[in-house]
């Protein structure tokens, strides 16, 4: 069951009138979604979904034996999902992280989800440090950020390869991104691979942007390498990397009461996007970058943009 069906089905069971007050619009757009004439967005896709999430079992502590000693795995950490967007997210958007709800992502992954934010702004660095101020004010360890023109392998290889065309094997377009980046405790900002729109193959990030290693990085294949910054399209951050950044940087502290730390502000001076800006001061709060070349994703323009294609 996807996301669209879970709307339908909430539409459903509270009725046209019930649904507008759950959904906060107006009984014309319920009228519409449920015609097909509208899509839902963003926000009524992180309503059903945030309460999907809340079914799932929580994970709980690992049991301990007479001995004091846990006899089961630690439980996941939490992850938060973070969309920014200069512009309007559709659902399609949304589905491209999680494909199909209830089909496609691995029962294994649910009890870490925490909660889904997107957030509009026409200035992408003053959206994504909205959501770092939404994700630290959660419970989350993991911030999973990820763009909406980006798909990301979910654990389910068929659905991947329909969406993007890929090519490679299964073995890789079977991955999860939000498994894999958020599996390691020393690297703490670890991304997925994804390459420019303008079909010159460039991977976003410094091996593929800005330095002659291009031609020494190849994706996918079974390689973590180090990098002096890494895209955000599809990546996850620790909560240390955010928490290190403000002890150690306190001018990017709020401007206005309730305002949040400037993690993504453009540097006076310079000419950089606001992940470079991120990752430079990460590493200088003692945290390098990690490009995962096992993590593959589609870059979604008049096709879906894939290395090597």
Not at 174 to 185: F, N, Q, R, V, W
Not at 286 to 302: M, R
Request: glycine content about 10%; proline content about 7%.
């Amino acid at each position: 069951m996807n996301l669209n069906q879970l709307i339908k089905d909430k539409i459903e069971e509270l009725g046209p009138k019930g649904a507008a007050e759950y959904f906060e619009v107006k009984s014309a757009l319920i009228a519409k979604w449920i015609a097909g004439t509208a899509s839902p967005g963003v926000n009524a896709a992180q309503r059903v979904l945030d309460a999907e999430i809340d079914k799932s079992p929580p994970s709980s502590s690992a049991s301990e034996d007479s001995t004091g000693h846990g006899d089961h795995p630690a439980p996941p950490s939490l992850v938060s999902i973070l969309v920014p967007t200069n512009r309007g997210v559709d659902l399609y958007a949304v589905m491209s992280i999680l494909g199909s709800w209830k089909g496609t992502v691995p029962e294994s992954i649910r009890p870490s989800l925490a909660h889904f934010h997107g957030q509009r702004d026409t200035l992408i660095h003053l959206a994504r440090n909205l959501l770092a101020q939404r994700f630290l004010a959660s419970p989350a360890v993991w911030s999973f950020w990820h763009d909406a023109d980006i798909i990301a392998p979910i654990g389910n290889p068929k659905w991947f390869k329909s969406k993007t065309g890929a090519k490679f094997s299964d073995e890789y377009a079977g991955k999860s991104a939000i498994t894999e980046l958020t599996s390691s405790d020393a690297r703490k900002i670890v991304s997925g691979v994804y390459v420019t729109r303008d079909g010159t193959n460039r991977i976003v990030a410094h091996c593929g942007m800005g330095s002659g290693q291009r031609d020494k990085i190849e994706a996918p294949a079974r390689r973590i390498v180090e990098q002096p910054w890494v895209g955000f399209g599809c990546v996850a951050v620790h909560r240390r990397v955010f928490e290190d950044i403000i002890s150690s940087q306190p001018d990017l502290a709020p401007k206005t009461p309730g305002g949040p730390w400037g993690f993504f502000n453009p540097i006076d001076g310079e000419n950089c996007s606001e992940d470079v800006a991120f990752c430079r001061r990460a590493k200088a709060a003692g945290h390098s970058s990690y490009l995962d070349l096992s993590i593959v994703c589609g870059h979604v323009g008049n096709q879906a943009f894939l290395p090597g294609t």
